[in-house]
C-alpha cells in the first residue's frame, strides 16, 4: 500500500523558533512535493525535490531517498507561517498520482 | 503569467443537479490534475488528465464523477446527480510535463443543499 505518513500532527511554536515537520514514505518515489495550505485554504507548492536539500528563504527541505524520508524545516519561524504543511508523494505507473499525508497544522505565537 | 484558474470558487447546488467546475492551467502546462478534500479531511486524487487523454482516473469515485480536458478550453470535471457527501473542496492543479512540479488553482468549493 501506498503510504505517506506526516507528524507531528499539530505544532505550536514561539516566534523565532526553529521548525522540523517530518514525513516518510512507504515504497521508492522519484520526488517528493512540499504543499502550503493557508488557512483561507489556497495551495502553494514549496518544493519538489529527489535528492538532498533545497532552500528557499526561511524554508528548508531534505530528503533521504534511502530511508524514505524527508524533512521541512523553517527557521526563524513567524506568525505568517501558520498554515497546514502537507507532504505528498507520486505513486502510480504514470508517477504523477499525488498521495497526501495527513498535513501538519502549525501554528506559530507571537 | 496567470496561474491556474479555477471557476467557479463557490458553487451550491440542490440534490440531484449537476455540478460542473472548471480549471485552465497555466500558460504552457497540458497535464491537469483534480483533487478533492472533504470537510476535514485530507486532499486525495482524483483524475490525472493529458490534453483529450486520461491518463489515470483511479481516484475517481465509480458512477455520476467524470473528467475532461478537451483540444480547446478548459478541463472539466463533472458531477452528476449531487448528494450532499460531494460537498468538498475541488482542487485542480498543472504541471507542463508529468513527474514534474504541481502548481495548484485556488479551488472551488461545492455545497450541497
Known amino acids: 500500500k501506498n503510504e505517506v505518513e506526516q507528524s507531528p500532527q499539530n505544532l505550536t511554536a514561539q516566534e523565532g523558533e526553529f521548525i522540523t515537520i517530518n514525513c516518510s514514505y512507504s515504497v521508492g518515489i522519484s520526488a517528493l512535493h512540499w504543499l502550503q495550505q493557508h488557512p483561507g485554504g489556497g495551495i502553494v507548492s514549496l518544493f519538489m525535490l529527489s535528492s538532498g536539500k533545497k532552500k528557499h528563504g526561511r524554508l528548508i527541505a531534505t530528503i533521504n531517498i534511502q530511508e524514505k524520508h524527508s524533512s521541512l524545516h523553517i527557521t526563524a519561524s513567524h506568525p505568517r507561517d501558520s498554515a497546514v504543511y502537507i507532504c505528498a508523494a507520486p505513486f502510480g505507473t504514470s508517477g504523477s498520482r499525488l498521495t497526501f499525508g495527513e498535513g501538519t497544522q502549525l501554528t506559530v505565537n507571537p | 503569467n496567470a496561474g491556474v484558474m479555477q471557476n467557479p470558487r463557490h458553487l451550491v447546488r440542490r440534490r440531484g443537479q449537476e455540478a460542473r467546475l472548471r480549471c485552465s492551467p497555466m500558460?504552457?502546462?497540458?497535464?491537469v490534475y483534480w483533487y478533492r478534500q472533504l470537510p476535514e479531511e485530507g486532499l486525495k486524487f482524483m483524475v490525472y488528465?493529458?490534453?483529450?487523454?486520461?491518463?489515470?482516473e483511479s481516484g475517481m469515485p465509480k458512477e455520476r464523477f467524470s473528467a475532461e480536458f478537451p483540444k480547446e478550453g478548459p478541463s472539466i470535471l463533472r458531477i452528476q446527480q449531487v448528494v450532499r457527501g460531494d460537498s468538498a473542496a475541488y482542487f485542480c492543479?498543472?504541471?507542463?510535463?508529468?513527474?514534474?512540479?504541481?502548481?495548484f488553482g485556488p479551488g472551488t468549493r461545492l455545497t450541497v443543499l
Open positions: 500558460k504552457g502546462h497540458s497535464h
Open positions: 492543479a498543472s504541471s507542463p510535463a508529468s513527474h514534474n512540479e504541481q502548481f
Open positions: 488528465l493529458q490534453k483529450e487523454n486520461i491518463i489515470d
